[in-house]
């Protein structure tokens, strides 16, 4: 029973789809001809090679025979003219000459065999082709007059060959047989064949576009895979920056509560706030492309400022008289509008005066920073101009002195701090990367920071807006 | 076109096949025309995009065009073509297969009270098998569809026959809690979302 049910169950889904059907896109068909006459290309190609061939080899035997036809019609009647002045100069041809027409008809009745025994053998060949040619002459050519035929025309008559030729005279005749003046009146013109256009083959049409599809396609497709390769949407990264600041506001005595304070402090927390020194950072950062060339980038910094200044008093402490710097107990702030209050009177009899010794400060942050940037180049080397703001958490500080006497202080955030528990910071910065792999990317990044307010209290009396300027070295992971 | 779309239709089979043969693009379209469309559903349930559907039924007709000299023609046209389209398609969704591997799942209790699919359009139901698990999807077709037997599926994929029925009963099982979802959908709004 529950096999027949499940029968019917697969029986009722292959009932859905038998009669089902979608239109496919019409670039589908395209893509299957394009294939099918890429499968195809190689074998009518070498069919065409084939014809190519032959037509190369037909047009080589046409041009063959065309040459051996011009020059047996235009070098031969030539060299028949040198050959029959050598022959005339060296045979006499007063025979020939004085042939009467009968003879001449005998001669001209001859068989092959019998012209070829004639001693004027190639004279009278000569001119039988001249007479020849002769015929095919309009009528007016063979109206030309015998002398300028020269000794050709064997139909002239007996009697003007003997009155005009005696046998001085026959050296000149024939000389002047060399160059027939009948080729000097030859009209020879030259049909320059006309120049067509080549006929396209539809084959080799039809193959060229479709090689040319198929570069097309192929480009779209590399540029496609190129794209999917390089567009990188959403990324983390890990990095690390070093650099260090410097306090381009100076310290000014404040009014009212912290009048006291900043009496006390006096120096010491002038030359604190002056003070500049080296920033470090380290955190955890992601990104996401916003757009084409914008990314927004976000993350959580631990930052630490780290500065080296001088005092000249020192704060006996308890029963052991642990000596404090100074700069620790003057953290205190002042309770009251009084000039001089309960602790401050007790700080003041526990002040000692030393010799100057150096301290040092060092204050952390978590900062958590939330930039725009601005893809300029978007390649395997990428080049980008981040801006935004950071929102910096005060965590704690730390205050050592240099001599061996002096304890280490740390002054968590609160209300013994003199700094701010929270600031705002402009970010700055580029960020020169490289790619290298699809999923990996490192860069370097200087960046500047400014925060907006001072970093002190406002009861303190002082002013200090450290501007940093770093470089860090991130590495970048890409999720897709 | 020679046989193009009007024409399409008019040719037999045999006509198809022996033009196509000949290498005739105008006979080759004319086969295309006429069955693109149910093979674009075939396409379209072993894969999850109608792109990658369509880059199937592409590389199924170039098959079946070469292929088309050997048809002995010992089965319609049709069904012939169609176990191209599978074939390629399980040839394109093997490499995903192999990502996301299949294993043997827990018992799954099959409610025993089927959701009916009838009235349902199939669009509807390419929806809902697009959207199972690849080895669900693909197990799902050959089993209930194709009608291939477990033996069989478990040969054509490099899987156990015990896989091949667990993946059967998580799809059916899956397919079910969708159903379930649609026809209450059904009964709150009606038919209009078909």
Redesign the interface.
């Known amino acids: 029973m529950k096999n027949m049910?499940r029968e019917?169950?697969?029986d009722?889904?292959?009932d859905?789809?038998e009669e089902?059907?979608?239109?496919?896109?019409d670039?589908?068909?395209t893509?299957?001809?394009l294939?099918?006459e890429r499968?195809?290309g190689g074998e009518l190609k070498r069919r065409l090679l084939f014809y190519q061939m032959l037509a190369a080899a037909s047009v080589v035997f046409a041009m063959a025979i065309g040459g051996i036809g011009y020059y047996y019609s235009f070098k031969n009647p030539q060299t028949s003219g040198s050959t029959l002045a050598q022959s005339d100069v060296s045979q006499p041809l007063e025979n020939t000459i004085a042939q009467t027409p009968a003879a001449e008809r005998q001669t001209s009745t001859q068989t092959p065999a019998a012209e070829r025994q004639t001693s004027a053998q190639p004279v009278q060949r000569e001119e039988r082709s001249q007479a020849d040619r002769r015929e095919s002459l309009p009528s007016s050519r063979r109206e030309i007059p015998p002398t300028t035929l020269g000794g050709n025309n064997v139909e002239r008559s007996n009697a003007a060959v003997a009155s005009s030729v005696d046998e001085r005279d026959l050296p000149r005749q024939l000389d002047s047989r060399e160059l027939p003046s009948l080729y000097t009146h030859r009209e020879v013109t030259l049909t320059f064949a006309k120049r067509e256009e080549p006929e396209v083959d539809p084959v080799l049409k039809m193959l060229a576009d479709l090689e040319r599809r198929e570069r097309e396609v192929q480009t779209r497709e590399d540029r496609k895979k190129n794209e999917d390769l390089m567009h990188e949407s959403l990324w983390t990264s890990v990095g690390f920056a070093a650099g260090s600041f410097n306090t381009i506001q100076a310290p000014s005595a404040s009014s009212g509560s912290s009048l006291a304070a900043a009496a006390l402090a006096g120096p010491i927390v002038e030359n604190e706030a002056k003070a500049s020194g080296y920033a470090y950072s380290m955190g955890l950062n992601v990104g996401t492309r916003i757009s084409e060339r914008w990314v927004l980038q976000g993350g959580v910094n631990y930052l630490t400022q780290s500065s080296d200044y001088t005092a000249n008093s020192v704060v006996a402490d308890g029963p052991g008289f642990a000596f404090n710097s100074m700069s620790n107990e003057r953290y205190k702030p002042a309770t009251s509008n009084a000039v001089i209050n309960a602790d401050e009177y007790e700080l003041r009899n526990k002040l000692v005066y030393s010799a100057p010794y150096n301290v040092n400060n060092s204050m952390r942050y978590l900062s958590i920073p939330v930039q725009a940037g601005y893809l300029i180049v978007d390649k395997t080397l990428g080049v980008q101009l981040n801006a935004g703001v950071s929102t910096d958490l005060f965590l704690e500080n730390t205050v050592k002195g240099d001599g061996d006497q002096l304890a280490e202080t740390t002054v968590a955030r609160g209300a013994d701090s003199p700094y701010r528990a929270v600031n705002l910071s402009g970010l700055m910065g580029t960020e020169i990367s490289y790619r290298l792999g699809p999923h990996y990317r490192v860069s370097l990044n200087p960046d500047i920071r400014y925060p907006f307010n001072t970093i002190y209290k406002s009861e303190m009396g002082v002013q200090s807006s450290p501007l940093t300027f770093d470089v860090g070295l991130r590495f970048r992971y890409i999720f897709q | 076109m020679q046989h193009g779309r009007t024409n399409a239709n008019m040719l037999s089979e045999q006509e198809l096949i022996e033009g196509c043969r000949k290498?005739d693009?105008s006979f080759?379209?004319a086969l295309?025309e006429r069955f693109?469309?149910?093979m674009?559903?075939v396409c379209?349930?072993y894969s999850k995009t109608t792109a990658e559907?369509?880059d199937i039924?592409?590389e199924g007709?170039?098959k079946v065009?070469?292929a088309l000299k050997d048809f002995r023609q010992e089965s319609k046209l049709g069904t012939w073509i169609t176990r191209i389209m599978v074939n390629t398609a399980l040839n394109s969704q093997r490499r995903k297969l192999y990502l996301y591997p299949m294993v043997d799942v827990e018992k799954i209790d099959v409610p025993e009270d089927?959701v009916?699919?009838?009235g349902?359009h199939?669009?509807q139901?390419?929806e809902i098998i697009q959207s199972l698990p690849h080895g669900c999807q693909v197990v799902f077709n050959l089993?209930?569809?194709e009608?291939y037997n477990h033996k069989e599926i478990a040969e054509m994929l490099g899987i156990s026959e015990g896989t091949s029925k667990s993946q059967y009963s998580r799809a059916?099982s899956l397919l079910q809690a969708k159903l379930m979802k649609e026809s209450s959908y059904y009964e709150k709004y009606g038919e209009g979302k078909v």
Do not use: D, T
Request: glycine content about 6%; proline content about 2%; overall charge positive.
């Open positions: 049910e019917k169950f697969e009722s889904w292959k859905a789809f089902a059907g979608i239109k496919p896109s670039k589908v068909w893509n299957i001809e294939e099918m499968a195809n | 290498g693009r080759q379209q295309y693109c469309r149910k674009m559903v379209l349930r559907a369509e039924l592409q007709f170039v065009f070469h089927e009916s699919i009838s349902i199939f669009s139901l390419l089993f209930a569809i009608g059916r």
